[in-house]
């Protein structure tokens, strides 16, 4: 593995149905994020992590959890998707998230479709 | 509340030079980024600045100023391979990135 990868590539869901979005990095990055992309609009943090056993909310973190057991993997969960969540997800990491070591690099996205 | 706002859409022709514009009204500043994103691919790092002037990189030059809120993005000698979208960023006070939008730059013969 060189940097961070995501699993599935892409997804189609059911509505209601539950989902986890798999991110792992093996740059021994201390900050995970996770973000959604839709069109015409910026990335939106979900959640982050500053550190391994810490969470934190962003931006538009309503019907999303996370979780970050170790440095390497930062999983994203749906609990019960709506089609609202149709969108692309990305998963990035930094050195820290504070300091002159904040560039995030991202890993290749997650497409899911919510009927 | 924040914002960061760039155009939508340019259009330049290969060889050119093209000027991308990032203002930004934020909670705190810590650095203002650029990254290019290929169509159905990830955002990928180009630039940082947290100081005002020009930091130059190969074809690629970008420049803040920020007792105006500006940023700019400049590509050199266009090639068709920098048909991308470019995001700008800003770190907020509680070190959050604020997204732009992005600009689709599509590159002509």
């Known amino acids: 593995i060189a940097g961070i990868t995501q699993a599935p590539t892409s997804q189609i869901l059911a509505a209601g149905r539950r989902m986890t979005l798999r991110c792992t990095q093996d740059?021994?990055?201390?900050?995970m994020y996770w973000y959604r992309q839709d069109l015409g609009l910026g990335l939106r943090l979900i959640h982050y992590s500053n550190t391994a056993g810490t969470t934190g909310k962003g931006e538009v973190p309503d019907g999303y959890s996370v979780s970050r057991a170790n440095t390497d993997d930062f999983p994203l969960t749906l609990a019960s998707a709506v089609p609202s969540q149709t969108s692309v997800y990305f998963c990035?990491?930094?050195?820290?998230?504070?300091?002159?070591?904040?560039?995030?690099?991202f890993g290749p996205g997650t497409r899911l479709t919510v009927l | 509340g924040q914002n960061i706002d760039q155009p939508t859409e340019m259009t330049a022709t290969e060889g050119a030079i093209v000027q991308i514009n990032c203002t930004y009204q934020t909670s705190g500043f810590n650095g203002l980024f650029w990254y290019q994103q290929h169509a159905g691919e990830a955002p990928t790092f180009l630039s940082y600045n947290v100081l005002d002037g020009l930091e130059e990189k190969g074809r690629f030059s970008s420049f803040l100023s920020r007792s105006k809120g500006y940023s700019y993005l400049l590509l050199k000698e266009l090639q068709m391979k920098d048909s991308a979208s470019y995001l700008c960023?800003?770190?907020?006070?509680?070190?959050?990135?604020?997204w732009g939008a992005g600009t689709k730059l599509i590159i002509k013969p």
């Open positions: 990035a990491s930094s050195a820290s998230r504070t300091g002159d070591t904040d560039t995030q690099y």
């Open positions: 740059m021994r990055h201390n900050a």
């Open positions: 960023a800003v770190m907020d006070s509680n070190y959050q990135l604020i």
